[in-house]
């Protein structure tokens, strides 16, 4: 199955508390606030997987929530940071943010990768509020919530040619001629459901890629046939 568009909710994760906390052994007179820090939770990063080709994971998955941090503990401990959370997607995804409309990334090359939601950041124990003028601080903050963004992927196709026509006029069989792709070809109208991509190779040493895209009919920007969205 092709799936080139997705809708789905994205929430990184939330800082750790930070900790009301005071030193106290037995030997030791005044030993003052101790409370560590909480960690910073998990960004949402999405990240180009070569190997992909298809938005489906996403039809399945409408959710996607980061870990959240660590709260800091006494003898001023912090707490643990939680790793980043990196989500594969195919080269040519579009992240648009769904409740603003606003372009969030384009991620079309190698390996590139983008923070989608960041992580919030992790409270602040009552060691970091000490000062000459209040040496026992008995306040510390709750960490802060991580980014949550409704957002659309859209999947572009990678392509230098294109093949339109009408349905069942040889797209699909040049493709399989001037390449090694292997499309579905039958005596029927849309026998190609979705792009197909092959790579064509010159005589000259020459690469470029074709897709052999869905047949159109009269009718088709009104939603005939197939439409014309491909």
Same mark, same amino acid.
């Given at each position: 199955m092709f799936v080139d568009e997705a809708l789905i909710k994205v929430i990184a994760g939330k800082g750790g508390n930070g900790c009301t906390s005071f030193r106290r052994e037995k030997y030791v007179p005044n030993g003052g606030p101790d409370g560590g820090n909480g960690g910073k939770g998990s960004n949402i990063i999405f990240k180009v997987d070569e190997g992909l080709n298809t938005l489906l994971d996403f039809k399945y998955k409408k959710t996607i929530k980061g870990e959240n941090g660590k709260h800091g503990s006494g003898k001023k401990q912090y707490g643990a940071s939680a790793e980043d959370l990196v989500i594969s997607v195919p080269q040519g995804t579009t992240i648009i943010d769904n409740d603003t409309g606003l372009l969030l990334g384009d991620l079309i090359g190698k390996g590139e990768q983008l923070i989608i939601a960041k992580g919030g950041r992790g409270g602040r124990g009552n060691a970091a509020f000490a000062n000459a003028f209040n040496t026992a601080p008995e306040i510390s903050e709750i960490g802060e919530e991580g980014e949550t963004k409704n957002i659309k992927l859209e999947l572009k196709i990678i392509a230098d040619v294109g093949l339109v026509g009408f349905p069942s006029v040889g797209k699909s069989t040049l493709l399989s001629k001037i390449s090694?792709?292997?499309?579905?070809?039958?005596?029927?109208?849309?026998?190609?459901?979705?792009?197909? *991509?092959?790579?064509?190779?010159?005589?000259? #040493?020459?690469?470029?890629?074709?897709? &052999? *895209?869905?047949?159109?009919?009269?009718?088709? #920007?009104?939603?005939?046939?197939?439409? &014309?969205?491909?």
């Open positions: 090694k792709a292997t499309p579905k070809i039958a005596e029927y109208h849309f026998t190609t459901l979705s792009p197909n *991509l092959g790579v064509v190779k010159t005589i000259d #040493s020459r690469v470029f890629t074709v897709a &052999d *895209l869905p047949g159109l009919i009269e009718g088709a #920007s009104k939603g005939e046939g197939l439409g &014309d969205k491909f």
